[in-house]
Protein backbone atom coordinates (compact mmCIF):
# COMPACT_ATOMS: atom_id res chain seq x y z
CA UNK A 1 0.00 0.00 0.00
CA UNK A 2 1.22 3.70 -0.88
CA UNK A 3 2.61 5.29 2.05
CA UNK A 4 0.19 8.41 1.24
CA UNK A 5 -2.72 9.96 2.65
CA UNK A 6 -5.95 9.24 0.32
CA UNK A 7 -8.20 12.04 -0.93
CA UNK A 8 -10.39 12.19 1.68
CA UNK A 9 -7.51 12.00 4.14
CA UNK A 10 -5.92 14.71 2.24
CA UNK A 11 -8.82 16.94 2.72
CA UNK A 12 -9.23 15.76 6.60
CA UNK A 13 -5.97 17.33 7.04
CA UNK A 14 -5.99 20.39 5.03
CA UNK A 15 -9.54 20.64 7.25
CA UNK A 16 -7.61 19.42 10.85
CA UNK A 17 -4.54 22.11 9.86
CA UNK A 18 -6.75 24.79 8.65
CA UNK A 19 -9.16 24.91 12.25
CA UNK A 20 -6.34 24.39 14.25
CA UNK A 21 -3.61 27.25 12.89
CA UNK A 22 -6.95 29.72 13.18
CA UNK A 23 -8.50 28.51 16.55
CA UNK A 24 -5.95 26.83 18.17
CA UNK A 25 -2.07 28.49 17.17
CA UNK A 26 0.35 28.41 19.65
CA UNK A 27 -0.79 31.31 20.99
CA UNK A 28 -3.56 29.59 22.46
CA UNK A 29 -0.88 27.22 24.50
CA UNK A 30 0.94 30.03 25.51
CA UNK A 31 -2.42 32.12 26.70
CA UNK A 32 -2.85 28.78 28.51
CA UNK A 33 -0.02 28.79 30.22
CA UNK A 34 0.61 32.49 31.17
CA UNK A 35 -2.99 33.03 32.72
CA UNK A 36 -2.49 29.42 34.60
CA UNK A 37 -5.51 28.17 33.37
CA UNK A 38 -7.17 26.26 36.06
CA UNK A 39 -7.87 23.28 33.74
CA UNK A 40 -4.87 23.66 31.38
CA UNK A 41 -7.40 22.75 28.29
CA UNK A 42 -10.22 24.60 26.78
CA UNK A 43 -13.93 22.72 26.67
CA UNK A 44 -15.07 25.35 24.18
CA UNK A 45 -12.43 24.44 21.46
CA UNK A 46 -13.29 20.58 22.79
CA UNK A 47 -16.47 21.03 21.88
CA UNK A 48 -15.50 22.52 18.45
CA UNK A 49 -13.39 19.49 18.16
CA UNK A 50 -16.55 17.46 18.26
CA UNK A 51 -18.57 19.70 15.58
CA UNK A 52 -15.78 19.14 13.36
CA UNK A 53 -15.71 15.00 13.37
CA UNK A 54 -12.50 15.58 15.13
CA UNK A 55 -13.33 14.21 18.68
CA UNK A 56 -15.06 11.18 17.41
CA UNK A 57 -12.40 9.61 14.39
CA UNK A 58 -12.43 6.53 15.55
CA UNK A 59 -15.96 6.01 16.61
CA UNK A 60 -18.50 4.58 15.07
CA UNK A 61 -21.19 6.29 13.45
CA UNK A 62 -23.81 4.82 15.38
CA UNK A 63 -22.17 6.42 18.47
CA UNK A 64 -22.80 10.28 16.20
CA UNK A 65 -18.96 9.60 15.60
CA UNK A 66 -16.59 9.53 12.19
CA UNK A 67 -16.33 5.98 12.07
CA UNK A 68 -12.71 6.55 10.23
CA UNK A 69 -9.86 4.46 11.23
CA UNK A 70 -5.80 4.88 12.70
CA UNK A 71 -4.84 6.92 9.57
CA UNK A 72 -7.19 9.37 10.01
CA UNK A 73 -6.54 9.38 13.64
CA UNK A 74 -2.89 9.65 12.39
CA UNK A 75 -3.80 12.89 10.59
CA UNK A 76 -5.77 14.54 13.31
CA UNK A 77 -2.74 14.22 16.04
CA UNK A 78 0.31 15.48 13.69
CA UNK A 79 -1.96 18.58 13.06
CA UNK A 80 -2.19 18.84 17.08
CA UNK A 81 1.71 18.36 17.18
CA UNK A 82 2.38 20.91 14.56
CA UNK A 83 0.54 23.71 16.86
CA UNK A 84 1.00 22.27 20.15
CA UNK A 85 -2.53 22.51 21.28
CA UNK A 86 -3.30 21.11 24.46
CA UNK A 87 -6.64 18.71 23.75
CA UNK A 88 -8.20 15.72 25.29
CA UNK A 89 -8.24 13.85 22.05
CA UNK A 90 -5.07 11.97 22.60
CA UNK A 91 -6.75 10.73 26.52
CA UNK A 92 -10.10 10.81 25.68
CA UNK A 93 -10.38 10.57 21.38
CA UNK A 94 -8.06 7.72 21.04
CA UNK A 95 -6.89 6.12 23.72
CA UNK A 96 -10.50 5.81 25.88
CA UNK A 97 -12.42 5.69 22.74
CA UNK A 98 -10.75 2.29 21.87
CA UNK A 99 -11.45 0.78 25.16
CA UNK A 100 -15.11 1.69 25.07
CA UNK A 101 -15.64 0.62 21.96
CA UNK A 102 -15.06 -2.95 23.47
CA UNK A 103 -17.50 -2.12 26.19
CA UNK A 104 -21.18 -3.05 27.07
CA UNK A 105 -23.83 -1.40 25.23
CA UNK A 106 -24.42 0.71 27.80
CA UNK A 107 -20.73 1.51 28.60
CA UNK A 108 -20.88 2.74 25.13
CA UNK A 109 -23.85 4.44 24.61
CA UNK A 110 -23.72 6.57 28.14
CA UNK A 111 -19.94 7.58 26.53
CA UNK A 112 -18.94 7.33 23.53
CA UNK A 113 -21.48 9.81 22.05
CA UNK A 114 -20.19 12.58 24.33
CA UNK A 115 -17.08 12.15 23.29
CA UNK A 116 -17.45 12.33 19.99
CA UNK A 117 -19.60 15.41 20.26
CA UNK A 118 -16.59 17.02 22.30
CA UNK A 119 -18.90 17.20 26.04
CA UNK A 120 -16.99 14.57 28.15
CA UNK A 121 -13.70 13.89 28.66
CA UNK A 122 -12.78 10.29 29.83
CA UNK A 123 -8.78 9.91 30.61
CA UNK A 124 -6.97 6.28 30.69
CA UNK A 125 -5.02 5.58 33.83
CA UNK A 126 -2.50 3.09 33.27
CA UNK A 127 1.04 3.83 34.15
CA UNK A 128 2.53 4.03 37.52
CA UNK A 129 6.01 4.79 37.47
CA UNK A 130 8.25 6.89 35.98
CA UNK A 131 8.13 5.46 32.87
CA UNK A 132 5.72 3.59 30.76
CA UNK A 133 6.13 -0.29 31.69
CA UNK A 134 2.20 -1.97 31.39
CA UNK A 135 3.87 -5.54 31.74
CA UNK A 136 4.93 -4.16 35.54
CA UNK A 137 1.40 -2.78 36.48
CA UNK A 138 0.90 -3.02 40.35
CA UNK A 139 -2.79 -1.14 40.58
CA UNK A 140 -4.83 -4.82 42.05
CA UNK A 141 -8.68 -4.87 41.32
CA UNK A 142 -9.56 -7.60 44.28
CA UNK A 143 -13.54 -9.38 44.17
CA UNK A 144 -15.60 -7.79 46.59
CA UNK A 145 -19.32 -8.74 47.07
CA UNK A 146 -20.39 -8.21 43.42
CA UNK A 147 -17.96 -5.82 42.36
CA UNK A 148 -13.96 -5.12 42.47
CA UNK A 149 -11.90 -2.87 45.57
CA UNK A 150 -9.30 -1.22 43.82
CA UNK A 151 -5.80 -0.19 45.54
CA UNK A 152 -3.37 1.42 43.39
CA UNK A 153 -1.82 4.84 42.03
CA UNK A 154 -1.34 5.82 38.54
CA UNK A 155 0.45 8.89 36.85
CA UNK A 156 0.80 10.79 33.90
CA UNK A 157 -2.75 10.07 33.48
CA UNK A 158 -3.63 12.53 30.27
CA UNK A 159 -6.28 15.23 30.73
CA UNK A 160 -6.87 13.15 34.42
CA UNK A 161 -7.71 16.69 36.53
CA UNK A 162 -10.43 17.42 34.09
CA UNK A 163 -12.05 13.68 33.31
CA UNK A 164 -15.36 13.15 33.55
CA UNK A 165 -14.62 9.69 33.84
CA UNK A 166 -11.09 7.59 34.69
CA UNK A 167 -10.62 3.88 32.61
CA UNK A 168 -8.07 1.84 35.21
CA UNK A 169 -6.53 -0.53 34.57
CA UNK A 170 -5.60 -2.89 37.44
CA UNK A 171 -4.43 -6.67 37.86
CA UNK A 172 -7.26 -8.80 38.93
CA UNK A 173 -6.86 -13.05 39.85
CA UNK A 174 -7.72 -13.52 36.44
CA UNK A 175 -6.04 -11.15 34.08
CA UNK A 176 -5.99 -7.24 33.32
CA UNK A 177 -9.40 -5.59 34.18
CA UNK A 178 -10.34 -2.18 33.18
CA UNK A 179 -12.61 -0.15 35.20
CA UNK A 180 -14.64 2.93 34.49
CA UNK A 181 -14.78 4.90 37.58
CA UNK A 182 -16.62 8.03 38.06
CA UNK A 183 -13.75 10.27 39.75
CA UNK A 184 -15.80 11.47 42.72
CA UNK A 185 -15.81 7.97 43.64
CA UNK A 186 -14.78 7.71 47.34
CA UNK A 187 -11.51 6.92 47.97
CA UNK A 188 -10.59 8.40 44.59
CA UNK A 189 -7.97 11.04 44.45
CA UNK A 190 -6.51 13.11 41.50
CA UNK A 191 -3.61 15.92 41.81
CA UNK A 192 -3.33 18.18 38.57
CA UNK A 193 0.25 17.60 36.97
CA UNK A 194 1.38 20.74 34.97
CA UNK A 195 4.03 19.14 32.60
CA UNK A 196 7.04 20.88 31.26
CA UNK A 197 5.54 21.60 28.20
CA UNK A 198 2.60 23.18 29.64
CA UNK A 199 0.16 20.30 28.66
CA UNK A 200 -1.98 18.26 31.43
CA UNK A 201 -1.56 15.06 33.44
CA UNK A 202 -2.78 13.83 36.38
CA UNK A 203 -1.83 11.14 39.28
CA UNK A 204 -4.41 9.27 40.41
CA UNK A 205 -4.72 7.28 43.68
CA UNK A 206 -7.12 4.98 44.36
CA UNK A 207 -7.62 3.36 47.92
CA UNK A 208 -10.26 0.78 48.49
CA UNK A 209 -12.32 1.62 45.96
CA UNK A 210 -15.40 0.15 45.59
CA UNK A 211 -16.85 -0.14 41.99
CA UNK A 212 -19.80 -2.80 40.79
CA UNK A 213 -18.90 -5.67 38.40
CA UNK A 214 -20.86 -3.77 35.93
CA UNK A 215 -17.71 -0.62 36.20
CA UNK A 216 -15.85 -3.45 34.17
CA UNK A 217 -15.05 -3.01 30.70
CA UNK A 218 -15.48 -6.52 28.58
CA UNK A 219 -13.98 -8.70 30.34
CA UNK A 220 -10.90 -9.63 32.75
CA UNK A 221 -9.69 -12.32 30.65
CA UNK A 222 -10.10 -10.09 27.37
CA UNK A 223 -8.91 -6.75 29.13
CA UNK A 224 -4.94 -7.07 28.14
CA UNK A 225 -5.74 -7.84 24.55
CA UNK A 226 -8.33 -4.59 25.01
CA UNK A 227 -5.67 -2.34 26.85
CA UNK A 228 -2.85 -3.27 23.96
CA UNK A 229 -5.19 -2.32 21.11
CA UNK A 230 -5.76 1.13 22.47
CA UNK A 231 -2.06 1.21 23.22
CA UNK A 232 -1.10 0.57 19.98
CA UNK A 233 -3.04 2.91 18.68
CA UNK A 234 -1.89 5.89 20.95
CA UNK A 235 1.70 4.69 19.99
CA UNK A 236 0.87 5.64 16.22
CA UNK A 237 -1.11 8.79 17.36
CA UNK A 238 2.36 10.16 19.71
CA UNK A 239 4.56 8.95 16.34
CA UNK A 240 2.21 11.45 14.61
CA UNK A 241 2.00 14.03 16.84
CA UNK A 242 5.85 13.53 16.80
CA UNK A 243 6.54 13.70 13.47
CA UNK A 244 4.11 16.90 13.18
CA UNK A 245 6.04 18.50 15.90
CA UNK A 246 9.84 17.54 14.43
CA UNK A 247 8.69 18.79 10.79
CA UNK A 248 6.88 22.11 12.15
CA UNK A 249 9.85 22.66 13.93
CA UNK A 250 12.24 22.60 10.93
CA UNK A 251 10.06 25.04 9.02
CA UNK A 252 10.26 27.52 11.44
CA UNK A 253 14.09 26.89 11.27
CA UNK A 254 14.12 27.27 7.61
CA UNK A 255 11.83 30.19 7.43
CA UNK A 256 14.72 31.79 9.98
CA UNK A 257 17.43 30.41 7.88
CA UNK A 258 15.83 32.44 4.55
CA UNK A 259 15.69 35.97 6.64
CA UNK A 260 18.73 35.82 9.17
CA UNK A 261 21.55 37.69 7.98
CA UNK A 262 24.99 37.50 9.26
CA UNK A 263 28.03 38.26 7.45
CA UNK A 264 26.80 40.24 5.08
CA UNK A 265 24.70 36.79 3.79
CA UNK A 266 21.73 34.98 4.83
CA UNK A 267 22.53 32.08 6.63
CA UNK A 268 20.65 29.80 4.68
CA UNK A 269 23.70 29.96 2.14
CA UNK A 270 26.35 28.78 4.58
CA UNK A 271 26.66 25.14 3.26
CA UNK A 272 26.98 23.70 6.58
CA UNK A 273 23.79 24.60 7.46
CA UNK A 274 22.19 23.22 3.90
CA UNK A 275 24.07 20.00 4.53
CA UNK A 276 22.54 19.93 8.31
CA UNK A 277 19.16 21.24 7.03
CA UNK A 278 18.85 18.44 4.18
CA UNK A 279 19.86 15.70 6.35
CA UNK A 280 17.01 16.61 8.88
CA UNK A 281 14.57 16.45 5.79
CA UNK A 282 15.41 13.51 5.38
CA UNK A 283 14.48 11.96 8.54
CA UNK A 284 11.57 13.75 8.70
CA UNK A 285 10.12 11.95 5.71
CA UNK A 286 11.32 8.56 6.98
CA UNK A 287 9.94 9.35 10.09
CA UNK A 288 6.78 10.21 8.64
CA UNK A 289 6.48 6.84 6.28
CA UNK A 290 7.43 4.91 9.21
CA UNK A 291 4.42 6.34 11.00
CA UNK A 292 2.07 6.21 8.20
CA UNK A 293 3.11 2.11 7.40
CA UNK A 294 1.49 1.57 11.25
CA UNK A 295 -1.41 3.07 10.83
CA UNK A 296 -2.29 1.77 7.83
CA UNK A 297 -0.80 -2.14 9.27
CA UNK A 298 -3.08 -0.98 12.62
CA UNK A 299 -6.39 -0.58 9.90
CA UNK A 300 -5.49 -3.47 7.80
CA UNK A 301 -5.48 -5.81 11.15
CA UNK A 302 -2.27 -7.12 9.98
CA UNK A 303 0.26 -9.32 13.14
CA UNK A 304 2.90 -7.11 12.16
CA UNK A 305 1.25 -3.96 13.62
CA UNK A 306 2.42 -3.55 17.12
CA UNK A 307 6.20 -4.34 15.70
CA UNK A 308 5.39 -1.48 12.82
CA UNK A 309 4.15 0.83 15.73
CA UNK A 310 7.07 0.13 18.12
CA UNK A 311 9.20 1.12 14.77
CA UNK A 312 7.33 4.57 14.37
CA UNK A 313 7.30 5.56 18.10
CA UNK A 314 10.99 5.02 18.00
CA UNK A 315 12.34 6.18 14.85
CA UNK A 316 9.34 9.35 15.00
CA UNK A 317 10.96 9.89 18.71
CA UNK A 318 14.66 9.92 17.65
CA UNK A 319 13.97 12.12 14.56
CA UNK A 320 11.75 15.12 16.34
CA UNK A 321 14.72 14.93 19.36
CA UNK A 322 16.91 15.72 16.20
CA UNK A 323 14.64 18.17 14.72
CA UNK A 324 14.24 20.49 17.80
CA UNK A 325 17.86 19.85 18.45
CA UNK A 326 18.64 21.56 15.19
CA UNK A 327 16.28 24.24 15.69
CA UNK A 328 17.96 25.57 18.77
CA UNK A 329 21.02 25.25 17.67
CA UNK A 330 20.60 27.26 13.89
CA UNK A 331 18.42 29.78 15.83
CA UNK A 332 21.39 30.68 17.62
CA UNK A 333 21.44 31.80 21.29
CA UNK A 334 17.58 32.88 20.86
CA UNK A 335 15.94 29.46 20.46
CA UNK A 336 16.45 29.08 24.09
CA UNK A 337 14.40 32.22 24.61
CA UNK A 338 10.55 31.87 25.36
CA UNK A 339 10.19 34.74 22.93
CA UNK A 340 10.90 32.44 19.68
CA UNK A 341 8.56 29.13 19.41
CA UNK A 342 10.94 26.55 19.15
CA UNK A 343 11.81 26.15 22.72
CA UNK A 344 8.09 25.24 23.00
CA UNK A 345 8.51 22.52 20.69
CA UNK A 346 11.80 20.94 22.27
CA UNK A 347 9.62 20.75 25.58
CA UNK A 348 6.37 18.42 23.70
CA UNK A 349 8.73 16.62 21.56
CA UNK A 350 10.44 15.86 25.39
CA UNK A 351 7.05 14.85 26.99
CA UNK A 352 5.43 13.03 23.74
CA UNK A 353 8.89 10.70 23.48
CA UNK A 354 8.08 9.65 27.33
CA UNK A 355 4.26 8.81 26.01
CA UNK A 356 3.61 5.68 26.05
CA UNK A 357 6.91 4.30 25.59
CA UNK A 358 10.53 5.61 24.95
CA UNK A 359 12.88 5.03 22.21
CA UNK A 360 14.40 2.39 24.89
CA UNK A 361 10.70 0.33 25.39
CA UNK A 362 10.20 0.58 22.31
CA UNK A 363 13.37 -0.94 20.75
CA UNK A 364 13.54 -3.71 23.37
CA UNK A 365 10.18 -4.63 22.50
CA UNK A 366 11.28 -4.61 18.82
CA UNK A 367 14.34 -7.21 20.01
CA UNK A 368 11.86 -9.13 21.90
CA UNK A 369 8.88 -9.87 19.40
CA UNK A 370 12.27 -10.41 16.96
CA UNK A 371 13.42 -13.54 19.58
CA UNK A 372 16.21 -11.55 20.92
Partial sequence: MPLILTEEQAMLKAAADGFLSEHAPIAHLRKLRDSRDADGVSRDLWRAFGEMGFAGVVIPEAHGGSGLGAVEAGVVAEALGRTLTPSPFMGSGVLAATV??????????????RIAAGEAIVSLAVDEGPKHAPARMTTMAERSGNGFRLNGAKGFVLD??????????????????????DPSTDGVAVERTVMVDAHN????????????????IGSVEGGEALLEGALNLGRACAAASLTGAGDQAFQTTLEYLRTRKQFGKLIGEF?????????????????????????????????????AVSVAKAKAGRVAEL??????????????????????????????NELLGDAGFHQERMARAQGF
Avoid: C, N, Y
Fill in 271 to 307: QALQHRAAHLFSEIEIARAATMGALQALDAGKESAPL
Fill in 201 to 216: AARVTLTDVEVDADAL
Fill in 323 to 352: AVQEAVQMHGGVGMTDDFDVGLFMKRVRVL
Fill in 100 to 113: LKGGSGEQQAAWLP
Fill in 160 to 181: GHVADALIVAARTDEGIGLFLI
